[in-house]
């Protein structure tokens, strides 16, 4: 709305107005009326204060208070010069709105990231301090129709901390990640050397929607946020039983802050293959155990079916089904280790000195299996019958006895739905 020019009701200050007005000249006449009718300016009350400051998080005139009144919609930016004219940065162009109180900001001496002269770094610095030194501030509002207005002064700094919270020999491996705790890749290290005590140092990976997921530390290299040389893990979530990200391309991002607010980021890239949380049962949680009587040197023989009742493919790794074993043997004896995130199909029973004594995997390669790279997998939601025996050489100290099976993921869980399934009471007698 335009602004109306107030009426004066004394009539003697009208008719003094009136006889000045027509013993000026014209142009006179003018600026007298455009000064009596005239829109305010568009930048008020503008100040900076002090006009010294040290930012270096000691608490003692870390800080310069910047204040204005805008009296029209108009966009607003703050900018420092250096002695030397270049351009620094503390707040972009940004609309605001006219307002009957000033805008108030703290200015802590830091502006958006640059570099100085023949400086090259391994980092992107976001946020960085001004160095020591004095500088022409400018607050510049400017409106849609163009108007603009421009207060300038200047600002002393000292004392500044400028040493940047330097992140150094940043590192992710392995460059290829699966989660899906089959033993292989499942996890990824991200190493870097601090080099300054900082307020903050996150970790974390952005998927291709914008989400970010957070990568822990790992505290026992050095107290957190001290400098000194830092990793963090990531499992993709899988180990607290979250769905990892979809296969894909990501970015690994590094960010520190120091207590003076400067802030650095790197980032490196991530691949995720075949990741998924894997999910497999002893179908219907039926097995075939038998004989149930049999003399000793007889054979106990088993079958099951396991599912692979997730979108991943499981590893797994012999004996292979069809496997015999003596009664006084396992599956360290017929050559095979226990491996982390592999599935077998393992046969227990009441006496036994270990857990799961006979194991065998869970298909046969190249029928139900898959290899990739050098491993056998079961494909994502397939089925694959497992057979095997145990010859009983020995009595047992209890005669009769149960016989289960279960299904392990070894050096990850045993579900409960997958241990001591389908018992049966085996008798044994000496011929």
Not at 163 to 183: C, H, R, W, Y
Request: aromatic share 10%.
């Amino acid at each position: 709305m335009p602004q109306k020019c107030k009426t004066n009701s004394n009539h003697a200050a009208i008719r003094h107005l009136q006889f000045a007005i027509r013993n000026l000249p014209f142009a006179i006449c003018i600026l007298l009326l455009l000064a009596g009718c005239g829109r305010k300016p568009l930048l008020e009350k503008v100040t900076l204060l002090p006009d010294t400051i040290t930012p270096n998080a000691d608490s003692h005139e870390d800080l310069a208070r910047i204040s204005f009144l805008l009296n029209r919609n108009a966009e607003v930016s703050i900018i420092f010069y250096d002695e030397d004219d270049r351009q620094y940065t503390f707040r972009p162009p940004t609309p605001l709105s006219l307002n009957e109180d000033p805008y108030s900001v703290l200015f802590p001496g830091v502006v958006e990231g640059f570099t100085l002269p023949d400086e090259e770094y391994p980092f992107a610095i976001t946020k960085r301090v001004l160095p020591d030194g004095v500088y022409t501030w400018e607050i510049a509002a400017v409106t849609e129709d163009g108007e603009r207005a421009t207060v300038t002064g200047t600002l002393a700094i000292e004392n500044a901390d400028v040493t940047l919270p330097a992140i150094m020999g940043f590192s992710v491996f392995p460059k290829e990640f699966s989660p899906n705790q089959d033993g292989i890749a499942d996890r990824v290290r991200v190493n870097m050397d601090l080099k300054k005590d900082v307020e903050d140092l996150h970790v974390y990976m952005l998927d291709q929607e914008g989400v970010t997921h957070h990568i822990a530390e790992d505290e026992r290299a050095t107290p957190l946020n001290e400098a000194g040389w830092h990793t963090f893990d990531y499992d993709g979530g899988i180990d607290a039983g979250a769905d990892p990200p979809p296969d894909g391309a990501y970015t690994i991002y590094a960010e520190a802050r120091d207590p003076v607010g400067q802030r650095v980021v790197t980032s490196d890239t991530l691949t995720l293959i075949n990741a998924g949380r894997p999910m497999a049962y002893i179908l219907n949680g039926e097995v075939t155990i038998e004989p149930t009587t049999l003399i000793l040197s007889d054979t106990l023989c088993f079958t099951l079916t396991v599912e692979n009742d997730s979108a991943t493919y499981i590893r797994t790794t012999g004996p292979w089904p069809g496997a015999t074993y003596r009664s006084d043997q396992n599956f360290n004896t017929l050559g095979w280790s226990e491996e982390s995130g592999v599935f077998r199909v393992g046969i227990d029973f009441d006496t036994s000195l270990r857990n799961y004594p006979f194991r065998w995997g869970i298909g046969r390669p190249g029928v139900e299996l898959v290899q990739l790279d050098q491993y056998w997998y079961l494909p994502p939601f397939a089925r694959s019958e497992v057979t095997g025996c145990v010859q009983i050489v020995e009595i047992t100290p209890r005669n009769p006895l149960y016989y289960w099976a279960g299904l392990i993921h070894e050096d990850v869980e045993i579900a409960l739905i997958n241990n001591r399934v389908d018992p049966a009471m085996i008798e044994i007698w000496e011929p």
